[in-house]
């Protein structure tokens, strides 16, 4: 199965949005927490780059989001 452009993939990514503008973060700022450049922000958010495990739970850690609740969103989003 592809998960590039899955459903789950733009979900993801919309929720890493939604949190980010939750706490007024432009994509800029986010890539100056995790030390990577704005358009890795915008290619995760538009789910045209998927994120491993450990770089989602660091990307959550950095941005100091639950990443149970992302990860219980796809859960849900796959039942």
Same mark, same amino acid.
């Given at each position: 199965m /592809?998960? +590039?452009?899955?459903p789950q993939s733009y979900l993801l990514g919309?929720? +890493?949005?939604s949190q980010r503008e939750a706490k007024g973060l432009?994509?800029?700022?986010?890539?100056?927490l995790?030390? /990577?450049p704005h358009? %890795?922000?915008a290619k995760i958010e538009e789910g045209q780059r998927r994120l491993d495990v450990v770089e %989602?739970?660091?990307y959550c850690q950095k +941005?100091?989001?639950?990443?149970?609740?992302?990860?219980?969103?796809?859960l849900e989003s796959n039942a």
């Open positions: /592809k998960t +590039l452009y899955s919309a929720w +890493l949005r432009t994509m800029r700022q986010v890539a100056g995790i030390g /990577k358009s %890795f922000i %989602f739970v660091w +941005l100091e989001l639950d990443a149970h609740a992302g990860l219980d969103l796809l």
